[in-house]
C-alpha cells in the first residue's frame, strides 16, 4: 500500500496508487466505501488509520475500477506541513562518521547514544520542486539520501519489542544541508533548516509493504553520478532502537517524521568536496519506496 500526496485540477488531495501503480484512487473514494468520514489530507489519514480494519483499507482500494492517472497531477510532499519540526539523526551509519571527520565541530568518534537535532520544514517540499541555493548566504550546499519513517499513532516510553506498532510508514528524505553554515553555527538546526532544504517523497510506503526492521537498498545519483550506495541493514542505531530510545520522557505523536540517518557519499565526504551546485540533479533511491527527484536552483 503506498500513499500520496497530490495537486489535482486546482485543489490538493491525499491518495493511494492503485496496483499498477500508474494511477491514483483518491481518499475520499476509498473512505466512503469504508463509511468513513473523508480526511481532508495526509496527516487525517494517518490520525485515523490505526483504527481501521488494514485488509478492509485494502480492499476498498482493491474494489475502485476508476483512478486519475498519475501523470496529469503533480506529486507533493506526502506531508507538506508537519506539525512539528522533523526530528533527525546525526551520525547514524559508520562510513558517514569516518567520511565526515575533518569538517569542523564534527567528532569522528563513533556515538554510543543516537544523536538528535530538529528541522523545520515548513513547508516540506515534493517530487520534482526546486531545491533554493540560496546563493549569498550558502557556498557549501550538500545532499544526504535518508529513510524516513512516519509515527502513526501517539505513543511514550516505547520499548524496541513494540516500536513497529507505532509506525504508519516510510517515505525518502534529501536531508539538504548547508554545510559552511553547519560548521560556523557549531549545531546543526541552522543549517538544515533553510526554506526547501527538506524535499520528501514521492510516496509513503505503509509499513505493511515492507519487512521489520528495514534492510533496504538507499541510493544517491547527482547528475546521473553514483554518490551514496548502501542499505539500510548498516544503521548504527536500527528503528526500534531509534522510536524506543527517542520516546523515553518524549511523547511521539501521529504524523512525526524521524530521519534515521545517511550513508557515506555525501557532496562533504570527497576530497576535494564535491558539493552542490545550480542546475544539479539529486536523484534519492530507496528499494521499496522509489526515487525523489530534485534539482538546486
Known sequence: MFLLTYFYEGSEAAGFLNSNKNGIIPASVVFLKLNVPAPSNMLNIIDVFDDLELDKINEAIVSCSE????????????????????????????????????????????????????????????????????????????????????????????????????????????????????????????????????????????????????????????????????????????????ISDLSGGITLYPGDIILTGTPAGVGAGFNPPKYLNPGDKMECFIEGIGTLVNTVK
Open 67 to 242: 483512478f486519475i492517472d498519475l501523470d496529469k497531477v503533480k506529486i507533493l510532499s506526502p506531508i507538506p506541513y508537519p506539525r512539528r519540526n522533523v526530528i533527525c539523526l546525526g551520525k547514524n551509519y559508520l562510513d558517514h562518521v569516518k567520511e565526515v571527520k575533518n569538517l569542523k565541530n564534527v567528532s569522528a568518534d563513533i556515538p554510543s547514544k543516537p544523536i538528535y537535532f530538529s528541522k523545520i520544514a515548513y513547508p516540506a517540499i515534493g517530487q520534482d520542486d526546486f531545491v533554493d541555493m540560496h546563493q549569498g548566504i550558502v557556498k557549501e550546499l550538500d545532499y544526504e539520501a535518508e529513510l524516513a519513517v512516519i509515527i502513526g499513532k501517539k505513543g511514550k516510553n516505547i520499548c524496541k519489542e513494540e516500536a513497529e506498532d507505532y509506525i504508519f510508514g516510510y517515505t525518502i528524505c534529501n536531508d539538504i544541508s548547508a554545510r559552511d553554515l553547519q560548521q560556523e553555527h557549531v549545531q546543526w538546526h541552522k543549517g538544515k533548516s533553510f526554506d526547501t532544504f527538506c524535499p520528501l517523497g514521492p510516496v509513503i510506503a505503509h509499513k505493511s509493504t515492507i519487512a521489520f526492521p528495514p534492510k533496504l537498498e538507499i541510493k544517491s545519483f547527482i547528475n546521473g553520478e553514483i554518490r551514496q550506495n548502501s542499505n539500510t541493514k548498516q544503521l548504527i542505531f536500527d528503528i526500534p532502537t531509534i
